[in-house]
């Protein structure tokens, strides 16, 4: 069966500390997304891509970055990890923009 | 802005007690909205889309409708099963999601 993995599912890292998170999807899906969700607010995209080579700032992209070299896989990376990016970082996937997006089980952050 | 309110933040329900749950949104043309549930330490589960003022959708227990300027998710006869956290997310021109920060339901046996 198709599906959306994540990975690592926890991660405990150091404030100054490059971290990335793996996104893979078994869709074959051209759009990829990344949210991170906190207490008390809905889902926030960090940043999107519509197919390989392409990538997009989403409403909460500073200190993060994307690339996406081939359709399976976004990885998302901070490249200085900060206390304030404690957070549940969750990828999605779609079909194209009208679907509805796949989302993968999560991988919780935490940065001390 | 796009801006998504939902309501209640929390709805306790015994098993059979049936009840609404609100979105209100404001979105520069709304493309479509979208109803996930999720469950403690999961990603969000598709539940439904609707894309226009009138339109209707079921699923077991649940039902969404879609005004102008909000949307509602009804709950009928719930089980404990149903407990979760319901997401409403609109989709405005630019094709992007705005998530509302969710209802977190707790149905009691």
């Known amino acids: 069966d198709a599906e959306i993995t994540q990975s690592p599912r926890h991660k405990i890292t150091e404030t100054g500390r490059q971290v990335t998170l793996a996104c893979h999807q078994t869709?074959?899906?051209?759009?990829m997304f990344w949210y991170r969700q906190d207490l008390g607010h809905g889902l926030r995209l960090i940043h999107y891509s519509y197919g390989v080579q392409d990538t997009n700032k989403g409403e909460v992209s500073d200190g993060y970055s994307v690339s996406r070299s081939n359709t399976e896989d976004l990885p998302l990376t901070l490249e200085s990890a900060a206390s304030s990016q404690t957070s549940v970082y969750f990828c999605?996937?779609?079909?194209?923009?009208?679907?509805?997006?796949?989302f993968g089980p999560g991988t919780r952050l935490t940065v001390l | 802005e796009d801006q998504v309110t939902q309501s209640p933040e929390a709805l306790r329900l015994q098993e059979g007690e049936s009840s609404s749950l609100n979105c209100s949104y404001t979105v520069s043309g709304l493309r479509g909205l979208f109803w996930y549930r999720q469950d403690p330490g999961k990603g969000p589960e598709f539940l439904f889309t609707l894309y226009s003022a009138g339109e209707e959708k079921e699923k077991e227990r649940l039902k969404a409708t879609l005004t102008k300027k909000e949307s509602f998710l009804h709950i009928t006869a719930p089980k404990p099963e149903d407990s979760a956290t319901y997401l409403c997310?609109?989709?405005?021109?630019?094709?992007?999601?705005?998530f509302g920060a969710g209802t977190t339901v707790t149905v009691r046996a």
């Open positions: 869709w074959n899906h051209n759009n």
């Open positions: 997310a609109v989709q405005a021109n630019d094709y992007k999601l705005s």
């Open positions: 999605a996937s779609s079909a194209s923009s009208y679907n509805e997006q796949f």
